[in-house]
T-cell receptor
Framework: AQSVSQHNHHVILSEAASLELGCNYS??????LFWYVQYPGQHLQLLLK??????LVKGIKGFEAEFIKSKFSFNLRKPSVQWSDTAEYFC?????????????FGKGTKLSVIP | EAQVTQNPRYLITVTGKKLTVTCSQN?????MSWYRQDPGLGLRQIYY???????DKGDVPEGYKVSRKEKRNFPLILESPSPNQTSLYFC?????????????FGEGSRLTVL
């Protein structure tokens, strides 16, 4: 079964700082990778996803993520964060090659952006 | 408006009193799933359903039941709730999880079991 590790539990940044959140997955076959965001008091929303092709994917609100197959990683980046980016971010993986109908989430990284 | 609707949004109950959390989606999605969210543990999948009458266990199914008699509805049943089931529950749906990967989430149901 697939699993996901997110390295940082809580990240605190000042506005305009650059962001990188780590995500590693464990599954040797083909995977679909996702980042979801949960703003305070809200439900999860899709930020971006990778299925195949260009390993650098761009999502909403200026976020991007890079899939590095050799490192089993899918790190989330943003060049300059804003206060409105304060939220919890979840990496998720699905392994369709294994016939998996599960979307497995990491434990999440809470981002606090200080004005 | 496309949405996933959960009820109730908030519930306080006592140990052993059966309860059902309803979930309904209006997007004609095949795939539906229940997750629980706990601090420091992220989202953990309870049950999922690939289509009507097809359900399977997720990672933490103990103490829960589900059914999928209609495409739009996927209720979560706690036959005999216990305090360790106090949590925030999310229902989610997807047109076809494997091909699109995108889950649409409900607003969440916060359950407290005393």
């Amino acid at each position: 079964a697939q699993s996901v590790s997110q390295h940082n539990h809580h990240v605190i940044l000042s506005e305009a700082a650059s962001l990188e959140l780590g995500c590693n997955y464990s599954y040797g076959g083909t995977v679909n990778l996702f980042w979801y965001v949960q703003y305070p008091g809200q439900h999860l929303q899709l930020l971006l996803k990778y299925f195949s092709g260009d390993p650098l994917v761009k999502g909403i609100k200026g976020f991007e993520a890079e899939f590095i197959k050799s490192k089993f990683s899918f790190n989330l980046r943003k060049p300059s964060v804003q206060w409105s980016d304060t939220a919890e971010y979840f990496c998720a993986v699905n392994a369709p090659g294994a016939g998996s109908y599960q979307l497995t989430f990491g434990k999440g990284t809470k981002l606090s952006v200080i004005p | 408006e496309a949405q996933v609707t959960q009820n109730p949004r908030y519930l306080i109950t006592v140990t052993g009193k059966k309860l059902t959390v309803t979930c309904s989606q209006n997007m004609n999605h095949e795939y539906m799933s229940w997750y629980r969210q706990d601090p420091g543990l992220g989202l953990r999948q309870i049950y999922y359903s690939m289509n009507v009458e097809v359900t399977d266990k997720g990672d933490v199914p103990e103490g829960y039941k589900v059914s999928r008699k209609e495409k739009r509805n996927f209720p979560l049943i706690l036959e005999s709730p216990s305090p360790n089931q106090t949590s925030l529950y999310f229902c989610a749906s997807s047109l076809k999880l494997v091909s699109t990967g995108e889950l649409f989430f409900g607003e969440g149901s916060r359950l407290t079991v005393l």
